[in-house]
């Protein structure tokens, strides 16, 4: 008899990438688990993180499961006792997962990090894999404790773990409330009429990937991660295989922002109404974050959306949700 596929819980699925990868393992026709999670209070997102590993393995039925932790709400300039906490409720997460041992072969864990969090201060761009990691931000600071949380998971788990270090992600859906995702202000700005504020130099290079290109390598990491976990075999003491992996996740094209403002005057034929300012926040940003991945390179090899398609899908959608709005308040 062939076994069932793997049920998939993908934590955060309110957010871009969440949305993304449930839109891509629906495509493919996975299994899929996704639940609220009262995130603004500490004690009821752990009672719903909990309830939520009961519908996994329920969804399992004692056979190997999925997970892909794309929760967060914290940015660059997010205060340090809040990212604290994001990274208090991943922990606590991962050891009750740990202290259940219910991690068949198979199982695997994707934990999406921040590569621009990582590595702004790791010294001379391209960054890669080899780079040591180094945070000038409470920001990229909490993203590696909650890399390290992962792979001390990895250590007592059957499960594959996988970190991956996004570069800028951009596309549909973006949370405009949140102040990230220039691409996605740029396209409100062409659609508003309003101007938008940018505070770092125009010569600032950036990684722009398209999140449902993201959230593809994603499905396929978790296939790999499951595979490797099956065939790992357990050491001599009868320990679990463990395989953990740290990968970025880019496009390997680095734009400048007066490049990526270039081709969206292309796009829109008018040039963006921009206003340069300053931001405490700014000193917090590298002035050269190319990317490029050496791990994992088979995931890399495949057709990524052109920056100018994928900033037309962005004000599209942006667009067509504007209308909705305007069609129901009417």
Wanted: hydrophobic share 45%; with cysteine; net charge positive.
């Amino acid at each position: 008899m062939t076994a069932l596929p793997a049920p998939t819980w993908v934590v955060g699925a309110g957010g871009l990438l969440g949305k993304a990868i449930v839109r891509e393992l629906t495509r493919r026709r996975l299994p899929i688990l996704t639940r609220s999670v009262p995130w603004a209070d500490p004690e009821a997102s752990r009672q719903g993180l909990s309830a939520g590993i009961d519908a996994l393995l329920d969804a399992a039925r004692g056979g190997p499961w999925r997970i892909a932790w794309c929760a967060g709400a914290g940015v660059t300039g997010t205060p340090a006792t809040v990212l604290d906490l994001e990274v208090a409720t991943f922990s606590a997460f991962l050891a009750e997962l740990a202290a259940r041992g219910v991690a068949p072969a198979g199982s695997a864990l994707f934990l999406a990090s921040s590569a621009g969090g990582v590595y702004a201060g790791a010294g001379q761009a391209p960054f890669t894999e080899l780079d040591p990691a180094s945070s000038i931000s409470p920001y990229g600071t909490a993203k590696l404790a909650a890399e390290d949380a992962a792979r001390e998971f990895a250590t007592t788990s059957a499960a594959g773990v996988m970190i991956g270090r996004i570069a800028n992600l951009y596309g549909p859906g973006q949370n405009l409330a949140k102040p990230q995702g220039l691409v996605s202000h740029i396209c409100r700005s062409h659609i508003s009429g309003q101007p938008i504020s940018v505070y770092v130099s125009l010569d600032t290079v950036r990684d722009y990937l398209f999140v449902d290109d993201c959230a593809g390598m994603i499905a396929d990491a978790l296939d790999r991660l499951a595979r490797l976990s099956e065939r790992s075999p357990a050491d001599g003491r009868g320990a679990a295989p463990r395989v953990a992996v740290t990968k970025i996740l880019a496009s390997h094209q680095g734009v400048t922002i007066g490049a990526l403002l270039g081709e969206c005057r292309r796009l829109f034929k008018r040039a963006p109404r921009v206003v340069l300012g300053t931001s405490p926040f700014a000193r917090l940003q590298v002035r050269d974050l190319r990317l490029r991945s050496v791990v994992w390179p088979e995931l890399d090899r495949r057709s990524l959306t052109p920056l100018g398609v994928g900033i037309q899908a962005t004000s599209a959608d942006m667009l067509r949700s504007v209308q909705l709005g305007q069609r129901r308040s009417g």
